[in-house]
């Protein structure tokens, strides 16, 4: 059975740093694009970045997020992570791993698996 | 980006109704779009991928329909689990947009 645990939110200071991590099991974790998404408060679901399988040599990101979070893979232990740099209150969320339905490419993913998500806020 | 709309915002049933909830795209995604249910403090759960396709493990009364911009979920008989949120995604072009939700209430 795939799981996906998140981990590493908390409250951070506006302009300072976080990075979460994802542990994923269950399945060939090399074989999969994997996003983040996240919903801030009352909001709806919004896609943050993606990073393809078999090495992560692949990403992309939300126009919102580019230049101040960075996410990337280590296979070795199985754990998907986000750097997220410069932190604004508009980054507060829940933020959640989900796994691609369809393989390791970036492009054309929907998300078969996603985690519980690790809450963010960003005040001062 | 490309824009998903949903309609209704929200809706209430009743345990055995029919619902449809549909989702409009800014432009063109093809049949690359799936449908999540999502219930508060829970992972969200993928229900339908390629627009009509249904996943492995979930229920025969949820389906997809649609092509192109137009797209729609119908549940044909309500069951007290139902009630949650759905999301429309689409998957044709960076960034992945999500529509805003329908929350599905009891009646």
């Known amino acids: 059975e795939v799981e996906l645990l998140e981990a590493g939110g908390a409250l951070a200071q506006p302009g300072g740093s976080l990075r979460l991590s994802c542990a994923a099991s269950?399945?060939?974790?090399?074989?999969?694009?994997m996003s983040w998404v996240r919903q801030a408060p009352g909001k709806g679901l919004e896609w943050v970045s993606v990073?393809?399988?078999?090495?992560?040599?692949?990403?992309s990101y939300t126009d919102s997020v580019k230049g101040r979070f960075t996410i990337s893979r280590d296979s070795s232990n199985n754990t998907l992570y986000l750097q997220m740099n410069t932190l604004r209150a508009e980054d507060t969320a829940v933020y959640y791993c989900?796994?691609?339905?369809?393989?390791?490419?970036?492009?054309?993913?929907?998300?078969?698996?996603w985690g519980r998500g690790t809450p963010v806020t960003v005040s001062s | 980006d490309i824009q998903m709309t949903q309609s209704p915002s929200s809706v209430s049933a009743s345990v055995g109704d029919r619902v449809t909830i549909t989702c409009r795209a800014s432009?063109?995604?093809?049949?690359?779009l799936a449908w999540y249910q999502h219930k508060p403090g829970k992972a969200p759960k993928i229900l339908i991928h390629?627009?009509?396709s249904l996943q492995s493990g979930v229920p025969s009364r949820f389906s997809g329909s649609g092509y192109g911009t137009d797209f729609t979920l119908t549940i044909s008989s309500l069951q007290p689990e139902d009630f949650a949120t759905y999301y429309c995604?689409?998957?044709?072009?960076?960034?992945?947009?999500f529509g805003q939700g329908t929350k599905l209430e009891i009646k």
């Open positions: 995604q689409q998957a044709s072009s960076f960034p992945y947009t």
């Open positions: 269950g399945f060939i974790f090399n074989d999969y694009a």
């Open positions: 989900a796994k691609s339905w369809r393989g390791s490419s970036i492009y054309y993913n929907t998300f078969d698996s």
């Open positions: 990073i393809s399988g078999s090495g992560g040599g692949s990403t």
């Open positions: 390629s627009a009509s």
């Open positions: 432009q063109s995604v093809s049949s690359l």
